[in-house]
């Protein structure tokens, strides 16, 4: 029989839960990105923001974000530029990337989805296609 001292050594403390998955959203415009973060505040996901291409090409590297969502149309580095680097590097090619833009050029999506992108959404984005298409790549488990 073991003691009280030995029962209380032998005690392992459940395993801490993952952490939730990271999104990078990387647009110009503050409150696209603010809106973006509302639609996922009741999934447990941690929101990074970046506001323009290189900025969000160097969080996606630091961060190795579970996901990118981004604008196409940005200073310091356009979504076609920056998707081109995400795509070339080794760390962040795989990492799956969701473009939005408020252009309605029909050759766009094409462009984009040949340069590696994953899905193509016009801005303004409905937060159930958003959520929808975010759950393709992640789990939007509700939080706790």
């Not at 973006?36 to 974000?65: C, N, T, W």
Request: with cysteine; charged share 25%.
């Amino acid at each position: 029989m073991k003691s009280a001292h030995a029962l209380e050594s032998d005690y392992r403390p459940p395993a801490s839960p993952l952490p939730p998955p990271t999104v990078l959203c990387i647009d110009d415009d503050p409150e696209v990105s603010r809106l973006i973060e509302s639609y996922l505040r009741d999934v447990d996901v941690q929101v990074l923001r970046s506001f323009h291409g290189m900025q969000g090409y160097a969080a996606a590297i630091k961060h190795d974000p579970a996901v990118i969502i981004m604008d196409v149309a940005m200073p310091n580095g356009d979504g076609l530029a920056i998707l081109e680097c995400l795509k070339r590097n080794r760390d962040t090619a795989t990492i799956p990337v969701v473009l939005l833009s408020g252009m309605r050029d029909p050759s766009l999506p094409r462009r984009m989805f040949e340069l590696g992108a994953d899905q193509f959404l016009h801005k303004p984005v409905h937060c159930d296609v958003l959520r929808h298409e975010l759950s393709r790549f992640i789990d939007l488990r509700p939080r706790m």
